[in-house]
């Protein structure tokens, strides 16, 4: 898929990059062109290797193999010092600025210019002032950073990579928090920064704003090169059909289930998160209904909410036709709701401990013996048990769960629950960060619970998770449940267009 | 068990090293002392080791242990109360300490740092105020009481150290309930990560709260203890610092301050290598006796140290492994 470089070395030239981590091999022989006043698009699903690649070209991470060539010559970016001296800026999802320091203080944080010692004062404001009129933002550099909107912080953080000269500026999913005039102004700047020369590698979900700004687009799938289009290329089949390349049915065999009883009943529940809007809903035991929805949408709140960890302000939730007050996870579980949170290594399990000890985390309290005495025997029937029956690939139970891969993990974290016969199974990102192997294993877990009359609940931000496994799909947007869709309406474009909310918001091919 | 060869056997080694470097250490007078010594601090540890598990600290047991050592002569000789209802008070008072504190963590949500560290300012000063900052004991009455933690055992044709009794209960109901109730696991499991503990059922906030009124209570009951064997306690300075010697062998027994680490017969060792340490310093001519906490700080500063690089190395050779 290298397009060797013509007559002039680009910019930029990344050749056959991999990048492997315990147990999942992110990025394997990438190869990556930047030109100068270009804007590129980097777009893949979540775990294509997005991410990684820009960590590495941001001297985050060394990558395991391949070259990257500066204008032609080989460079080693060793750390992140190492890329802003050549002119690498990487502006995270999560922006990096001292919220409690000045527009200028941040501008300038860790080069200050010095007078006699002290900070020179006068002149960061007067320099840092200059950068934030590149960036078209109009505020005082004495102004707290913390004060800001969070577009206006973004740009802060432009100009903050513009006052060290950077070259190339990769901003990592920019407008994922952005309002839609925020996201205009950023176009502009983006646009005006390359008619000045700077080279720009554009990280979006976000097909419509790809295709606004894009000069090219490199697709990357399962941490490889699915293929690059041209500027009159650009479009949404296009790319979809690159980043998808494949369809779920290709590792994943999706039957066909009798639907059971009401598990959950769900009825004018309001989050914490979002108190203005009613959540109402209802999943029946042995389907399997999707959440679908933007990042932000509410729906991982929605999930804590039903589990108790964030209780609900106002509504009823029903587990098997009876209602219950769900306060604390600890009531959840006992109404027979069980979740697999999306962070898994600081929620679901407890990484430090063995195979054994998180499997049986939950249920010790079911199955103590009098005066609190650990069943020894019982937690050993649960392990033994759980790790044959959700294949879990360890030496042996004791095991420390941070030595296993993410697949095995998650498998720990829906073994200890299937442990407790949950009635209600909520998963949130059930396959986020595992690879491709394990994924289809997940889903033939769930699907093999969903049989055996567990209702399953499961957000996911992946298009083809959300059309190849579900029986159904709520789909959120900003708090609210914006749609509901059954498997025979479920399509990109119809989960896409309650997703935004607007129709054609994001789908303005 | 491997986790605690390592202190185990720099124990033995300051041991045999102290026997030859020392005509008296051997002496049975000294080394019944330094068994007495050793199963009083080691209540304390043991209490501490509870709450570093849960990824905690106790500042205030120094001044819990003054409070207790200076209440019990002061209830009993200058406010005419009788031993069972004196006894009643302490063990109510270290209760509500206990419980007090971890209310404030837990609930209050402040740091268990800022909580204790007034804890010890509280009690100490409330101690010097009920006392008039006067020098409480026992004189030459209760000395039937006093036998408690002046008494001892024979066995095996040993002398043994009434505290050491004590501290062996104390150890085995600790060692059980730490590794064989599913209490202990939860406090091993919160200790690691509390919002996994939270997000498996874990009612988290009483689990630490049970940790401080442990820990509490050991501190009650050394504070008991160590006022009986040495008869009198000065307000202003007795149990001084002893809640950093009690931190200090949890943490050479294997307790991470980062918590969900720690096993009790650990804590045990490290609170006799403290005593073994501190004996030597004494006893050993050579030693100047003022440099006790330099040579303490840097014993404990060079085995922490040892043990980090070694779990490195072998975190290391797991990964490669796997």
Known sequence: MSESPSENPALLEVRGIGKTFPGVRALGGVNLSLEKSQVLSLIGENGAGKSTLMKILAGVQPPDEGEILLDGKPVEIESTRDALDLGISLIHQELNLATNLSVAANVFLGREPLRGGFIDESKIKQESARFLEMVGLDVHPDTLVGNLTIGRQQMVEIAKALSVNSRILIMDEPTSSLSQAETKNLFIVIKDLRDRGVSVIYISHRLGEVKELSDHVTVLRDGENAGELGREEVNHEAMVRLMVGRDLSEYYERKDRPKGDLALKVNKLRTPVHPKHELSFSVASGEIVAVAGLVGAGRTEMLETLFGVTPALEGTIEVSGSEITIDSPISAIEAGIALAPEDRKQQGLVIDMTVRENLSLAALKRDQKQAGFLDISKEQEISDEMIKAMRVKTPNEDQVIRFLSGGNQQKVVLGKWLAMKPKVLLLDEPTRGIDVGAKSEIYTLMEELAESGVAILYVSSEMEEVLGMADRALVMHEGRITGELSRDELSEESVMRLATGAPGDDQAA | ?322
């Open chain 2, 1 to 322: 068990m491997k986790k605690i060869l390592g202190i185990l056997s720099l124990l033995v080694f300051v041991f045999v090293a102290t026997s030859f470097l020392s005509d008296v250490f051997l002496d049975s007078y000294n080394l019944e002392n330094l068994l007495r010594r050793t199963a009083l601090f080691g209540i304390i540890s043991i209490g501490v080791a509870f709450v570093i598990i849960t990824g905690g600290i106790d500042l205030s047991i120094g001044s819990v242990v003054c409070l207790v050592g200076c209440a019990l002569p002061w209830m009993l000789t200058e406010q005419g109360v009788s031993v069972p209802v004196a006894l009643a008070v302490i063990i109510a008072f270290s209760l509500a300490v206990g419980f007090i504190h971890g209310i404030l963590i837990t609930k209050v949500k402040l740091q268990p740092f800022v909580v204790t560290l007034c804890g010890l300012l509280l009690y100490r000063g409330i101690t010097r105020g009920f006392t008039g900052d006067q020098s409480q004991g026992f004189g030459t009455d209760y000395k039937g009481l006093r036998e408690l933690a002046t008494g001892e055992v024979p066995i095996f044709g040993f002398d043994l150290p009434m505290p050491c009794i004590f501290l062996l209960v104390v150890a085995v109901l600790a060692g059980i309930f730490l590794n064989k109730t599913i209490y202990g696991r939860y406090l091993l499991a919160l200790g690691n990560n509390e919002e996994a503990a939270r997000f498996s059922g874990i009612n988290v906030d009483r689990m630490v709260i049970l940790a401080y009124v442990i820990c509490a209570l050991c501190s009650g009951l050394g504070g008991l203890l160590f006022v009986l064997d040495v008869n009198s306690a000065q307000p202003v300075d007795f149990g001084n610092f002893y809640e950093l010697y009690a931190i200090a062998a949890a943490v050479l027994g294997g307790c991470s301050l980062r918590g969900g680490v720690g096993t009790i017969i650990g804590v045990v060792i490290g609170t006799a290598l403290m005593q073994v340490l501190r004996n030597m310093i004494v006893l050993v001519d050579w030693i100047p006796t003022h440099i006790e906490y330099a040579i303490i700080g840097a014993v404990i500063l060079a085995g922490v140290v040892a043990d980090e690089l070694l779990k490195k190395a072998v975190a290391r050779r797991q990964a490669s492994q796997s």
